[in-house]
């Protein structure tokens, strides 16, 4: 993203952080847009204070949005390279999703999930990202294309 197109884009979100402090309406979905924006951005740490921050709210009033949060905590932890603390948020995430019947979010865990064990599991990292493929091709996903590029790759060369 440009840095004037980041600039504005976090502008916005500033704004909206600030109506929704003072009216209480949407503050968890708020706090989810800038966990991600500042992940995209590359700014982990602050990326984690909002989903920290946007999980407490979702815990008592929007727990469809967890899968969403776990799987952005997860993607967060790998970034920083604590793949034990990715594991366990893409389980997370796999399990709310499967609860709430929500494919999006299971198969972008599964490909955290794959990315996270790649290192040491090659054949388990393709098993994650082939389910996660079936469900991007069923959905019609945009991902699709991502884990589909992943699974053509030698297994030596991933």
Not at 135 to 152: H, K, N, Q, W, Y
């Amino acid at each position: 993203m440009e840095l004037g197109r980041a600039d504005s884009a976090l502008a916005r979100l500033d704004a909206a952080l600030d109506l929704a402090e003072h009216t209480g309406i949407d503050l968890d979905e708020v706090l989810l847009g800038r966990a991600e924006f500042h992940y995209r951005q590359g700014r982990y740490a602050t990326a984690w204070d909002e989903a920290d921050r946007s999980l407490a709210l979702a815990l008592t009033s929007n727990l469809l949005n967890l899968p969403r949060l776990h799987g952005l905590l997860a993607a967060i932890h790998l970034a920083a390279g604590d793949v034990e603390q990715c594991m366990e948020e893409c389980e997370q995430a796999l399990r709310q999703a499967r609860r709430s019947g929500q494919r999006l979010d299971y198969a972008r865990a599964l490909m955290t999930l794959g990315h996270a064990v790649k290192g040491t599991e090659r054949e388990e990292s393709r098993r994650h990202w082939g389910q996660a493929h079936a469900l991007f091709t069923v959905i019609g996903a945009p991902e699709r294309s991502t884990s589909a590029a992943l699974l053509s790759q030698a297994p030596e060369a991933l």
